[in-house]
């Protein structure tokens, strides 16, 4: 009876009654498991010079990150997980915009975080593969782990267009799956057809920039990146400099 008596008066202590909080702790807990799973994928193709990994299985891993990150906090935050998607919410005006900033600020929060972790969990590896030199470019380069970077054929003006048309199909997508006029998705199962959306995006849509298809997915790893040495040049990218 005390035990319990104790872990009664704990989960009192614990919980948490402000709503915004709530849905601002789930909402990263959400998008670090959607970000951790997305990267570590891509660090363990990468670092293994593809023998323990490939891109159809990043894209897998990313596709089933997505699921994960819904089941985990659907229920509280929408887990939304991108701050595009929050934006279209608003503009369907189910999501109050107001909200908004705080939303994009915790996603961006969380996939920093994220990259914090990969960097940690594959930090022998990443040292090992690039031969102790953290860099943008060339055949060891090992940035391409945490952020995405167009082909060395893709212009500014065709990367931009790349990524309005990949993630307007994702949240047209998404938004036909969620309307309860449509043919319906058995409930529960809304995150594994999510999913799917994701996958069949990423394997018909990746590669002129890598199908980021979130603005915090790319942003967060990408300033983790610049802060831990790899330096200034992640925010740069000329032709001709890719893995060789």
């Not at 159809?56 to 990150?69: D, H, I, K, Q």
């Not at 060339?138 to 940035?143: Q, S, V």
Request: charged share 15%; aromatic share 12%.
């Amino acid at each position: 009876m005390g035990t319990a008596s104790c872990l009664t008066r704990a989960r009192g202590l614990l919980r948490i009654r402000n709503q915004l909080v709530r849905e601002c702790l789930a909402e990263l807990l959400s998008t670090f498991v959607l970000i951790i799973i997305t990267l570590s994928s891509s660090a363990q193709k990468v670092t293994s010079s593809e023998t323990k990994g490939n891109l159809l299985t990043s894209y897998f891993a990313g596709a089933l990150a997505v699921m994960v990150g819904i089941y985990t906090a659907g229920g509280i935050s929408g887990a939304h997980m991108n701050p595009a998607f929050s934006f279209a919410m608003c503009l369907m005006e189910q999501f109050p915009w107001w909200k908004f900033p705080i939303f994009m600020v915790v996603q961006t929060l969380a996939s920093f975080i994220s990259a914090g972790a990969v960097y940690i969990l594959y930090y022998d590896a990443i040292w090992y593969y690039s031969n102790g030199t953290l860099t943008v470019s060339g055949p060891r380069e090992t940035a391409s782990i945490f952020a995405t970077y167009p082909a060395d054929y893709v212009s500014v003006a065709n990367g931009f267009l790349d990524q309005v048309i990949g993630t307007g199909v994702l949240m047209v997508g998404i938004m036909g799956i969620m309307d309860n006029r449509n043919k319906g998705v058995p409930k529960g199962l809304e995150p594994v057809v999510v999913a799917l959306l994701v996958l069949s995006i990423e394997c018909s849509m990746g590669s002129n920039c890598g199908c980021p298809l979130n603005p915090a997915r790319d942003i967060g790893p990408r300033l983790f990146t610049y802060v831990a040495g790899w330096g200034p040049e992640v925010f740069r990218w000329e032709k001709g400099r890719g893995r060789g």
